[in-house]
Protein backbone atom coordinates (compact mmCIF):
# COMPACT_ATOMS: atom_id res chain seq x y z
CA UNK A 1 0.00 0.00 0.00
CA UNK A 2 1.55 3.53 -0.86
CA UNK A 3 2.18 5.89 1.95
CA UNK A 4 -0.09 8.31 0.46
CA UNK A 5 -2.81 5.91 2.02
CA UNK A 6 -1.13 4.44 4.80
CA UNK A 7 -2.43 6.21 8.03
CA UNK A 8 -0.66 6.66 11.02
CA UNK A 9 -1.31 8.33 14.04
CA UNK A 10 1.40 11.56 14.67
CA UNK A 11 -0.11 13.21 18.09
CA UNK A 12 -2.36 12.13 20.79
CA UNK A 13 -3.16 14.45 24.08
CA UNK A 14 -4.76 13.99 27.47
CA UNK A 15 -5.97 16.31 29.87
CA UNK A 16 -7.15 15.75 33.47
CA UNK A 17 -9.25 19.05 35.22
CA UNK A 18 -9.34 18.75 39.07
CA UNK A 19 -9.86 22.63 39.92
CA UNK A 20 -10.15 22.94 43.62
CA UNK A 21 -13.49 24.34 43.21
CA UNK A 22 -14.99 21.02 41.31
CA UNK A 23 -17.89 23.83 40.12
CA UNK A 24 -15.01 25.70 38.18
CA UNK A 25 -14.15 23.04 35.98
CA UNK A 26 -13.25 24.07 32.13
CA UNK A 27 -16.38 22.88 29.64
CA UNK A 28 -15.88 19.88 27.41
CA UNK A 29 -15.17 22.31 24.88
CA UNK A 30 -12.07 23.63 26.67
CA UNK A 31 -10.63 20.22 27.51
CA UNK A 32 -11.74 18.96 23.65
CA UNK A 33 -9.19 21.84 22.59
CA UNK A 34 -6.62 21.52 25.22
CA UNK A 35 -6.24 17.98 24.24
CA UNK A 36 -5.68 18.88 20.46
CA UNK A 37 -3.15 21.54 21.40
CA UNK A 38 -1.08 19.04 23.40
CA UNK A 39 -1.25 16.49 20.63
CA UNK A 40 -0.48 18.74 18.13
CA UNK A 41 2.54 19.71 20.68
CA UNK A 42 3.44 16.01 20.97
CA UNK A 43 3.46 15.59 16.99
CA UNK A 44 6.11 17.98 17.03
CA UNK A 45 5.00 19.85 14.01
CA UNK A 46 2.01 22.52 13.45
CA UNK A 47 -1.00 20.39 12.40
CA UNK A 48 -4.32 21.90 13.64
CA UNK A 49 -4.91 24.94 11.59
CA UNK A 50 -4.43 22.79 8.38
CA UNK A 51 -6.53 20.09 9.31
CA UNK A 52 -9.76 18.76 7.08
CA UNK A 53 -11.13 16.60 8.95
CA UNK A 54 -12.50 17.31 12.60
CA UNK A 55 -14.48 14.04 14.64
CA UNK A 56 -15.61 14.42 17.86
CA UNK A 57 -16.93 12.07 20.45
CA UNK A 58 -20.88 13.13 21.75
CA UNK A 59 -20.65 15.17 25.01
CA UNK A 60 -23.44 14.74 27.59
CA UNK A 61 -22.22 16.40 30.73
CA UNK A 62 -23.38 19.96 29.30
CA UNK A 63 -26.79 19.96 28.18
CA UNK A 64 -26.60 23.04 26.24
CA UNK A 65 -23.90 21.90 24.13
CA UNK A 66 -25.84 19.64 21.68
CA UNK A 67 -23.20 20.18 18.98
CA UNK A 68 -20.19 20.69 19.26
CA UNK A 69 -18.46 20.85 16.15
CA UNK A 70 -18.98 25.09 15.87
CA UNK A 71 -18.49 25.86 18.92
CA UNK A 72 -15.40 23.54 18.96
CA UNK A 73 -13.68 24.85 16.09
CA UNK A 74 -14.68 28.78 16.56
CA UNK A 75 -12.49 27.65 19.96
CA UNK A 76 -8.95 26.16 18.12
CA UNK A 77 -9.58 28.58 15.09
CA UNK A 78 -10.42 26.42 12.37
CA UNK A 79 -12.52 25.57 9.49
CA UNK A 80 -11.82 21.92 8.90
CA UNK A 81 -13.65 21.13 5.59
CA UNK A 82 -15.64 18.16 7.24
CA UNK A 83 -17.25 17.64 10.55
CA UNK A 84 -18.64 14.69 12.33
CA UNK A 85 -20.21 14.20 15.87
CA UNK A 86 -21.00 10.88 16.70
CA UNK A 87 -24.98 10.19 16.75
CA UNK A 88 -24.38 9.44 20.58
CA UNK A 89 -21.87 8.84 23.77
CA UNK A 90 -21.65 5.27 23.20
CA UNK A 91 -18.20 3.16 24.57
CA UNK A 92 -17.01 2.39 21.32
CA UNK A 93 -17.20 5.96 19.76
CA UNK A 94 -13.54 6.81 19.60
CA UNK A 95 -12.57 3.54 17.80
CA UNK A 96 -15.09 4.53 15.16
CA UNK A 97 -13.44 7.62 14.31
CA UNK A 98 -10.31 6.50 13.88
CA UNK A 99 -11.29 3.91 12.13
CA UNK A 100 -12.93 6.53 10.10
CA UNK A 101 -10.51 8.85 9.89
CA UNK A 102 -8.00 5.56 8.66
CA UNK A 103 -10.39 5.10 5.94
CA UNK A 104 -11.12 8.93 4.88
CA UNK A 105 -6.96 9.16 4.75
CA UNK A 106 -6.66 5.79 2.88
CA UNK A 107 -9.94 7.12 0.38
CA UNK A 108 -7.76 10.49 -0.17
CA UNK A 109 -10.57 12.26 1.11
CA UNK A 110 -8.43 13.74 3.78
CA UNK A 111 -4.66 14.76 4.92
CA UNK A 112 -4.76 15.67 8.47
CA UNK A 113 -7.82 13.95 10.57
CA UNK A 114 -8.56 15.58 14.67
CA UNK A 115 -10.10 12.73 16.86
CA UNK A 116 -11.18 14.13 20.25
CA UNK A 117 -14.02 13.88 22.79
CA UNK A 118 -14.40 15.32 26.59
CA UNK A 119 -16.66 14.97 29.71
CA UNK A 120 -17.02 17.00 31.96
CA UNK A 121 -19.60 15.28 34.63
CA UNK A 122 -17.58 16.25 38.04
CA UNK A 123 -18.03 20.35 37.09
CA UNK A 124 -21.44 19.20 35.81
CA UNK A 125 -22.63 17.75 38.93
CA UNK A 126 -21.51 20.14 41.21
CA UNK A 127 -23.15 22.91 39.38
CA UNK A 128 -25.92 20.99 39.94
CA UNK A 129 -25.61 20.69 42.94
CA UNK A 130 -25.15 24.15 44.02
CA UNK A 131 -28.57 24.58 42.42
CA UNK A 132 -30.10 21.93 44.14
CA UNK A 133 -28.19 20.64 47.02
CA UNK A 134 -28.08 17.15 47.65
CA UNK A 135 -29.46 16.35 43.75
CA UNK A 136 -27.06 13.13 42.40
CA UNK A 137 -26.63 13.38 38.36
CA UNK A 138 -27.26 10.23 36.77
CA UNK A 139 -27.41 11.14 33.25
CA UNK A 140 -28.70 7.59 31.77
CA UNK A 141 -31.24 7.49 34.54
CA UNK A 142 -32.27 11.06 34.18
CA UNK A 143 -32.71 10.69 30.34
CA UNK A 144 -34.39 7.49 30.80
CA UNK A 145 -37.00 9.15 33.23
CA UNK A 146 -37.82 11.53 30.66
CA UNK A 147 -39.21 9.14 28.35
CA UNK A 148 -41.65 6.67 28.71
CA UNK A 149 -40.83 3.82 30.33
CA UNK A 150 -40.42 0.50 28.65
CA UNK A 151 -41.26 -2.59 29.54
CA UNK A 152 -37.68 -3.75 31.10
CA UNK A 153 -37.72 -0.01 32.73
CA UNK A 154 -40.51 -0.72 34.53
CA UNK A 155 -38.82 -3.64 35.88
CA UNK A 156 -35.52 -1.71 37.32
CA UNK A 157 -33.25 -2.35 33.73
CA UNK A 158 -33.07 1.01 33.23
CA UNK A 159 -29.03 2.01 33.52
CA UNK A 160 -26.38 0.11 32.12
CA UNK A 161 -24.78 -1.00 35.67
CA UNK A 162 -28.60 -2.50 36.14
CA UNK A 163 -28.01 -4.97 32.25
CA UNK A 164 -24.29 -6.34 32.79
CA UNK A 165 -25.24 -7.94 35.67
CA UNK A 166 -27.49 -9.90 33.42
CA UNK A 167 -24.25 -11.09 31.56
CA UNK A 168 -22.32 -11.14 34.50
CA UNK A 169 -24.33 -13.94 36.49
CA UNK A 170 -25.04 -15.76 32.90
CA UNK A 171 -21.48 -15.96 32.10
CA UNK A 172 -20.92 -17.39 35.81
CA UNK A 173 -23.17 -20.04 35.70
CA UNK A 174 -22.30 -20.95 31.79
CA UNK A 175 -18.32 -21.09 33.02
CA UNK A 176 -19.64 -23.24 35.82
CA UNK A 177 -18.27 -21.27 38.91
CA UNK A 178 -18.65 -20.52 41.75
CA UNK A 179 -19.59 -17.07 42.72
CA UNK A 180 -16.27 -17.02 44.79
CA UNK A 181 -14.43 -17.94 41.81
CA UNK A 182 -16.08 -15.77 39.24
CA UNK A 183 -16.02 -12.71 41.74
CA UNK A 184 -12.09 -13.77 42.46
CA UNK A 185 -11.29 -13.11 38.89
CA UNK A 186 -13.65 -9.76 38.47
CA UNK A 187 -11.06 -8.62 41.49
CA UNK A 188 -7.96 -9.44 39.89
CA UNK A 189 -8.56 -8.06 36.52
CA UNK A 190 -9.52 -5.00 38.54
CA UNK A 191 -6.04 -5.37 40.78
CA UNK A 192 -4.14 -5.28 37.69
CA UNK A 193 -6.29 -2.53 35.82
CA UNK A 194 -5.61 -0.29 39.26
CA UNK A 195 -2.24 -0.88 39.30
CA UNK A 196 -1.24 0.13 35.48
CA UNK A 197 -3.62 3.26 36.38
CA UNK A 198 -1.26 3.90 39.26
CA UNK A 199 1.72 4.37 36.79
CA UNK A 200 -0.06 6.42 34.42
CA UNK A 201 0.10 10.04 35.11
CA UNK A 202 -2.89 10.62 33.00
CA UNK A 203 -5.37 8.02 34.87
CA UNK A 204 -8.13 9.97 37.51
CA UNK A 205 -7.55 7.15 40.43
CA UNK A 206 -3.65 6.34 40.90
CA UNK A 207 -3.65 4.27 43.74
CA UNK A 208 -3.59 0.17 43.56
CA UNK A 209 -6.07 -1.74 45.54
CA UNK A 210 -6.05 -5.77 46.24
CA UNK A 211 -8.50 -8.07 44.32
CA UNK A 212 -9.85 -8.26 47.97
CA UNK A 213 -10.30 -4.85 47.90
CA UNK A 214 -12.55 -4.90 44.85
CA UNK A 215 -14.70 -7.79 46.11
CA UNK A 216 -15.73 -7.07 49.50
CA UNK A 217 -18.35 -4.74 49.82
CA UNK A 218 -17.83 -1.76 52.69
CA UNK A 219 -18.60 1.98 53.41
CA UNK A 220 -16.66 3.50 50.79
CA UNK A 221 -17.37 0.24 48.34
CA UNK A 222 -20.77 -0.20 48.64
CA UNK A 223 -22.75 -3.00 46.46
CA UNK A 224 -24.24 -1.38 43.43
CA UNK A 225 -26.36 -4.06 41.46
CA UNK A 226 -25.23 -7.85 42.26
CA UNK A 227 -22.44 -8.96 41.65
CA UNK A 228 -20.96 -5.62 41.42
CA UNK A 229 -19.46 -3.39 43.86
CA UNK A 230 -18.70 0.61 43.86
CA UNK A 231 -14.92 -0.89 42.14
CA UNK A 232 -16.16 -2.34 39.59
CA UNK A 233 -18.13 -0.21 38.16
CA UNK A 234 -17.26 2.90 35.57
CA UNK A 235 -16.35 6.14 37.10
CA UNK A 236 -17.78 8.93 35.17
CA UNK A 237 -17.62 11.96 38.24
CA UNK A 238 -14.73 12.97 35.77
CA UNK A 239 -13.56 16.06 34.07
CA UNK A 240 -11.12 14.24 31.33
CA UNK A 241 -10.33 15.11 27.74
CA UNK A 242 -8.48 12.97 25.02
CA UNK A 243 -7.26 13.66 21.27
CA UNK A 244 -5.46 11.90 18.73
CA UNK A 245 -4.04 12.94 15.30
CA UNK A 246 -4.12 10.98 11.90
CA UNK A 247 -2.37 11.92 8.59
CA UNK A 248 -0.84 9.19 6.24
CA UNK A 249 2.59 8.16 5.83
CA UNK A 250 3.00 10.72 3.10
CA UNK A 251 1.69 13.55 4.87
CA UNK A 252 3.68 12.94 8.09
CA UNK A 253 7.15 12.70 5.26
CA UNK A 254 5.85 16.19 4.02
CA UNK A 255 5.84 17.67 7.50
CA UNK A 256 8.43 16.28 8.76
CA UNK A 257 6.70 14.84 11.94
CA UNK A 258 9.31 12.41 13.48
CA UNK A 259 8.72 8.66 12.80
CA UNK A 260 9.58 7.57 16.13
CA UNK A 261 5.94 9.58 16.65
CA UNK A 262 4.27 7.17 13.90
CA UNK A 263 1.79 4.52 15.23
CA UNK A 264 0.29 1.99 12.37
CA UNK A 265 -3.14 2.00 11.99
CA UNK A 266 -4.56 -1.41 10.84
CA UNK A 267 -8.29 -2.53 9.55
CA UNK A 268 -10.74 -2.66 12.01
CA UNK A 269 -14.32 -4.57 12.56
CA UNK A 270 -18.08 -3.51 14.49
CA UNK A 271 -20.73 -5.39 14.92
CA UNK A 272 -23.73 -4.43 17.29
CA UNK A 273 -26.67 -6.50 19.38
CA UNK A 274 -29.90 -5.72 19.15
CA UNK A 275 -30.78 -2.81 20.88
CA UNK A 276 -33.12 -3.82 23.94
CA UNK A 277 -31.39 -5.93 26.07
CA UNK A 278 -34.21 -7.96 26.21
CA UNK A 279 -33.73 -8.82 22.53
CA UNK A 280 -30.76 -10.58 23.16
CA UNK A 281 -30.26 -14.28 22.35
CA UNK A 282 -28.54 -14.81 25.12
CA UNK A 283 -26.25 -13.47 28.08
CA UNK A 284 -23.14 -15.53 28.22
CA UNK A 285 -21.97 -14.88 24.81
CA UNK A 286 -22.10 -12.05 22.53
CA UNK A 287 -21.98 -12.43 18.63
CA UNK A 288 -21.05 -9.14 17.91
CA UNK A 289 -18.51 -8.59 20.03
CA UNK A 290 -16.83 -12.47 18.55
CA UNK A 291 -17.12 -10.84 15.14
CA UNK A 292 -15.22 -7.71 15.91
CA UNK A 293 -12.26 -9.13 17.69
CA UNK A 294 -12.06 -11.96 15.42
CA UNK A 295 -12.91 -10.43 12.27
CA UNK A 296 -9.82 -7.41 13.37
CA UNK A 297 -7.47 -9.62 13.78
CA UNK A 298 -8.16 -11.46 10.60
CA UNK A 299 -8.00 -8.79 8.49
CA UNK A 300 -4.96 -7.55 10.15
CA UNK A 301 -3.37 -11.19 10.19
CA UNK A 302 -2.60 -10.75 13.64
CA UNK A 303 -2.49 -13.90 15.75
CA UNK A 304 -3.77 -13.41 19.56
CA UNK A 305 -0.63 -14.20 20.82
CA UNK A 306 1.22 -12.15 18.62
CA UNK A 307 -0.49 -9.26 20.46
CA UNK A 308 1.71 -7.10 22.97
CA UNK A 309 -0.87 -5.34 24.96
CA UNK A 310 -4.88 -4.88 24.89
CA UNK A 311 -7.20 -2.56 25.83
CA UNK A 312 -10.76 -4.17 26.89
CA UNK A 313 -13.13 -2.31 27.72
CA UNK A 314 -13.99 -2.53 31.23
CA UNK A 315 -17.10 -0.73 32.01
CA UNK A 316 -18.16 -3.96 34.13
CA UNK A 317 -16.49 -7.08 34.69
CA UNK A 318 -18.53 -9.36 32.53
CA UNK A 319 -17.26 -7.57 28.91
CA UNK A 320 -13.67 -7.76 29.67
CA UNK A 321 -14.31 -11.62 31.05
CA UNK A 322 -16.22 -12.24 27.73
CA UNK A 323 -13.36 -10.88 25.58
CA UNK A 324 -10.54 -12.00 26.87
CA UNK A 325 -11.85 -15.78 26.39
CA UNK A 326 -11.97 -14.40 22.40
CA UNK A 327 -8.28 -13.99 22.48
CA UNK A 328 -6.82 -16.32 25.86
CA UNK A 329 -5.58 -13.27 27.47
CA UNK A 330 -4.60 -14.79 30.51
CA UNK A 331 -5.99 -12.82 33.78
CA UNK A 332 -2.84 -12.34 35.17
CA UNK A 333 -1.90 -10.20 32.38
CA UNK A 334 -3.18 -6.21 32.64
CA UNK A 335 -6.27 -6.39 30.06
CA UNK A 336 -5.73 -2.27 29.76
CA UNK A 337 -2.74 0.27 28.94
CA UNK A 338 -4.67 3.18 30.30
CA UNK A 339 -6.22 1.95 34.06
CA UNK A 340 -9.56 0.85 33.21
CA UNK A 341 -13.23 2.73 33.50
CA UNK A 342 -12.95 2.60 37.39
CA UNK A 343 -9.31 3.87 37.65
CA UNK A 344 -8.63 5.55 34.79
CA UNK A 345 -11.62 6.95 34.47
CA UNK A 346 -15.31 6.66 32.99
CA UNK A 347 -15.57 9.50 30.59
CA UNK A 348 -18.76 8.25 29.04
CA UNK A 349 -18.50 7.56 25.82
CA UNK A 350 -14.42 8.96 25.15
CA UNK A 351 -12.82 6.08 27.98
CA UNK A 352 -11.08 4.53 24.25
CA UNK A 353 -9.93 7.90 23.20
CA UNK A 354 -7.54 7.63 26.99
CA UNK A 355 -6.69 4.14 26.04
CA UNK A 356 -5.92 4.76 22.06
CA UNK A 357 -3.27 7.64 23.54
CA UNK A 358 -2.05 5.44 26.21
CA UNK A 359 -1.30 2.76 24.04
CA UNK A 360 0.06 5.36 21.50
CA UNK A 361 2.61 6.13 24.23
CA UNK A 362 3.29 2.25 25.19
CA UNK A 363 3.96 1.29 21.90
CA UNK A 364 6.32 3.86 21.24
CA UNK A 365 8.06 3.29 24.14
CA UNK A 366 8.10 -0.42 23.45
CA UNK A 367 6.85 -1.45 20.60
CA UNK A 368 4.71 -4.17 19.32
CA UNK A 369 0.95 -4.87 18.16
CA UNK A 370 -1.87 -3.26 20.25
CA UNK A 371 -5.55 -4.61 19.99
CA UNK A 372 -8.48 -2.07 21.16
CA UNK A 373 -11.68 -3.59 21.75
CA UNK A 374 -14.49 -1.35 23.07
CA UNK A 375 -17.85 -1.31 24.38
CA UNK A 376 -21.04 0.73 24.24
CA UNK A 377 -24.63 0.88 25.12
CA UNK A 378 -25.78 -1.77 27.24
CA UNK A 379 -23.48 -4.37 25.87
CA UNK A 380 -24.55 -3.16 22.51
CA UNK A 381 -21.67 -1.72 20.25
CA UNK A 382 -18.80 -3.55 19.82
CA UNK A 383 -15.73 -2.23 17.60
CA UNK A 384 -12.22 -3.31 17.77
CA UNK A 385 -8.81 -1.99 16.07
CA UNK A 386 -5.25 -2.85 15.53
CA UNK A 387 -2.44 -0.52 15.62
CA UNK A 388 1.48 -1.08 15.88
CA UNK A 389 4.63 1.03 16.06
CA UNK A 390 5.47 -0.89 12.45
CA UNK A 391 3.95 -1.47 8.82
CA UNK A 392 0.78 -3.68 8.96
CA UNK A 393 1.62 -5.31 6.09
CA UNK A 394 -2.22 -6.74 5.68
CA UNK A 395 -4.16 -3.52 6.43
CA UNK A 396 -5.82 -2.43 3.41
CA UNK A 397 -7.48 1.05 2.61
CA UNK A 398 -10.21 2.15 2.50
CA UNK A 399 -11.68 -1.05 4.01
CA UNK A 400 -15.31 -1.71 5.23
CA UNK A 401 -15.54 -1.95 8.57
CA UNK A 402 -19.02 -3.38 8.86
CA UNK A 403 -19.38 -7.06 9.81
CA UNK A 404 -23.23 -6.57 11.08
CA UNK A 405 -24.28 -9.39 8.74
CA UNK A 406 -21.82 -12.16 9.59
CA UNK A 407 -22.23 -11.06 13.68
CA UNK A 408 -26.35 -11.48 12.81
CA UNK A 409 -25.97 -14.64 11.02
CA UNK A 410 -24.01 -16.30 14.31
CA UNK A 411 -26.70 -15.05 16.38
CA UNK A 412 -29.31 -17.80 17.66
CA UNK A 413 -32.72 -17.22 17.53
CA UNK A 414 -34.39 -14.53 19.93
CA UNK A 415 -37.12 -15.20 22.17
CA UNK A 416 -40.28 -14.33 22.03
CA UNK A 417 -41.30 -11.94 24.84
CA UNK A 418 -44.02 -13.14 26.47
CA UNK A 419 -44.89 -9.18 28.87
CA UNK A 420 -47.85 -10.61 30.95
CA UNK A 421 -47.29 -14.29 31.76
CA UNK A 422 -48.24 -15.91 34.52
CA UNK A 423 -47.00 -19.39 36.52
CA UNK A 424 -44.02 -21.49 35.37
CA UNK A 425 -40.86 -20.06 34.51
CA UNK A 426 -37.01 -20.99 34.84
CA UNK A 427 -34.65 -18.03 35.73
CA UNK A 428 -32.51 -17.39 32.55
CA UNK A 429 -30.25 -14.57 34.59
CA UNK A 430 -30.71 -11.97 37.60
CA UNK A 431 -29.57 -9.00 39.47
CA UNK A 432 -30.40 -7.08 42.87
CA UNK A 433 -30.13 -3.48 42.86
CA UNK A 434 -29.05 -1.88 45.48
CA UNK A 435 -29.69 1.62 47.31
CA UNK A 436 -27.04 4.20 48.01
CA UNK A 437 -26.98 2.87 52.36
CA UNK A 438 -26.43 -0.65 50.48
CA UNK A 439 -29.99 -1.72 51.15
CA UNK A 440 -31.60 -3.79 48.44
CA UNK A 441 -33.99 -1.60 46.09
CA UNK A 442 -35.64 -4.65 44.48
CA UNK A 443 -34.48 -8.17 42.61
CA UNK A 444 -35.21 -8.01 38.62
CA UNK A 445 -35.22 -11.98 37.16
CA UNK A 446 -34.77 -12.89 33.51
CA UNK A 447 -36.93 -16.02 32.97
CA UNK A 448 -38.09 -18.38 30.12
CA UNK A 449 -41.21 -19.70 30.06
CA UNK A 450 -42.08 -23.36 29.61
CA UNK A 451 -42.43 -22.62 25.54
CA UNK A 452 -39.25 -20.83 25.96
CA UNK A 453 -40.01 -17.32 25.56
CA UNK A 454 -38.43 -14.47 27.98
CA UNK A 455 -40.70 -12.39 30.42
CA UNK A 456 -39.16 -10.20 33.70
CA UNK A 457 -40.39 -10.59 37.16
CA UNK A 458 -40.10 -8.34 40.55
CA UNK A 459 -39.03 -9.14 43.53
CA UNK A 460 -39.88 -6.30 46.09
CA UNK A 461 -37.13 -5.19 48.57
CA UNK A 462 -39.33 -6.88 51.64
CA UNK A 463 -39.35 -10.43 50.29
CA UNK A 464 -36.44 -11.40 52.05
CA UNK A 465 -36.06 -14.51 51.03
CA UNK A 466 -35.80 -14.39 47.96
CA UNK A 467 -33.51 -11.75 48.09
CA UNK A 468 -30.99 -13.65 50.04
CA UNK A 469 -31.47 -16.51 48.01
CA UNK A 470 -30.27 -14.83 44.71
CA UNK A 471 -27.44 -13.55 46.23
CA UNK A 472 -26.69 -17.06 48.30
CA UNK A 473 -22.84 -17.55 47.64
CA UNK A 474 -23.31 -21.14 47.67
CA UNK A 475 -26.90 -21.96 45.01
CA UNK A 476 -26.95 -20.41 41.71
CA UNK A 477 -30.01 -19.40 40.85
CA UNK A 478 -29.79 -19.67 37.15
CA UNK A 479 -31.68 -22.62 35.80
CA UNK A 480 -34.05 -22.63 38.95
CA UNK A 481 -37.97 -23.03 38.39
CA UNK A 482 -40.14 -21.13 40.17
CA UNK A 483 -43.04 -19.11 39.58
CA UNK A 484 -44.34 -15.83 38.39
CA UNK A 485 -47.66 -14.40 40.16
CA UNK A 486 -49.20 -11.58 39.84
CA UNK A 487 -49.32 -8.58 42.45
CA UNK A 488 -51.14 -5.28 42.79
CA UNK A 489 -48.06 -3.14 40.40
CA UNK A 490 -45.56 -5.66 39.48
CA UNK A 491 -45.41 -10.13 38.85
CA UNK A 492 -43.33 -11.22 41.46
CA UNK A 493 -41.04 -14.12 41.45
CA UNK A 494 -41.80 -17.23 43.52
CA UNK A 495 -39.04 -19.81 43.83
CA UNK A 496 -40.05 -23.29 43.94
Known amino acids: MSEEKTPVIVGVGQINDRPEIPAEGRSPIELMAAALRIAEKDAGQALLADADFLGIVQQISFREIRDARDPLAAELGIAPATMLQTEGPNGDSPVMLLNE ?3 RVGAGECRIALLCGAEALRTAAARAAAQEPGRRIDATREAAARREPSYAQQYGL ?4 DVYPLYENALRASLGQSLAEAQDESGRIWSLFSEVAAANPHAWIRKGVSAADVTTASESNRPIAFPYNKLMVANASVNQGAAFIVTSVAEARRRGIAEDRWIYIGNGAAAHEPNSPLQRDRYDHSASMAVSIRRTLALNAVDPGDLDVVELYSCFPCIPKLARRLIDWPVDRPATVFGGLTFGGGPIGNYMGHAIASMTDRLRETGGKGLLFANGGYATHNHSIVISNAPIPAASFPRS ?29 YTVLYRRDGSPKAGVIVARTPDNARTLAHVPPGDDITLRRLVDPDADPVGAAGRIVASETLREWRFA
Open 401 to 429: YDFQAEADAMRDDIPALARDHLGDATIES
Open 101 to 103: AAN
Open 158 to 161: VAPV
